[in-house]
């Protein structure tokens, strides 16, 4: 592939020649050729193009497609790039690495451009984010009203994401916390490739004012 002319792989959005490069750590990613006058994203984080490596190539070695950065729009013609795009068992979902903070008006409408689109979206949040983003939601909807102590709604699937150091065992410092009820005592820490398989077999649901983790 680095032998092909300058060209022949773009980047997203810009369409900007790519250049393929290999980091310290042995990740091998596209960047933009020298050159571009444009103003360049940011780039990613280790944790996030990880991540996303980590859920396409688990979710396609049992069988389902995954696409990083798929790109889709609405019938209103609204745009949106999913981290990862599955197909699974009837379903459209669309994984989202958030890893920066982002205000519930974000979460909201993001989710409702895939909604609109027939998309169901799954967000992991940082782990050191997700308690600003469940104050936000019990300030909007909740009160003392059946509302849990971990406030939730249906059009927003949430759940931490807890990222370690990325030392030796990389994959092993990516992990979701789910829950199997409203007891706190019920949460766990699952590898986001077990995280990743049990959403497509339909693990993940909403009940009780909770997204709840089936365990099988």
Do not use: C
Not at 14 to 33: E, M
Not at 197 to 211: D, Y
Request: proline fraction near 4%.
């Amino acid at each position: 592939m680095q032998k092909q002319p300058l060209g022949t792989y773009v980047m997203n959005r810009t369409h900007w020649p790519a250049v393929l490069k290999r980091s310290i750590r042995g990740l091998q990613f596209f960047a933009y050729a020298a050159g571009y006058t444009g103003i360049k994203p940011e780039p990613e984080s280790l944790h996030h193009q990880l991540s996303k490596v980590i859920i396409a190539s688990t979710l396609r070695a049992a069988g389902y497609s995954a696409k990083v950065e798929q790109q889709g729009s609405t019938p209103e013609g609204e745009e949106w790039q999913a981290d990862v795009l599955s197909e699974a068992n009837g379903r459209t979902i669309a994984f989202e690495v958030q890893l920066s903070q982002q205000t519930l008006d974000e979460y909201q409408s993001r989710s409702d451009r895939y909604l609109r689109s027939g998309v169901k979206t799954i967000w992991l949040v940082r782990a050191k984010n997700y308690r600003t983003l469940t104050n936000a939601l019990l300030y909007r909807y909740g009160g003392s009203d059946g509302f849990s102590l971990r406030p939730a709604v249906p059009h927003i699937a949430a759940l931490p994401f807890e990222i370690g150091e990325l030392k030796e065992s990389a994959v092993e410092d990516l992990r979701v916390v789910v829950f199997l009820n409203t007891d706190a005592a019920s949460a766990q820490r699952i590898s986001l490739a077990e995280f990743a398989i049990g959403v497509a077999e339909g693990r993940l649901s909403f009940s009780a004012k909770e997204w709840r983790w089936k365990v099988v």
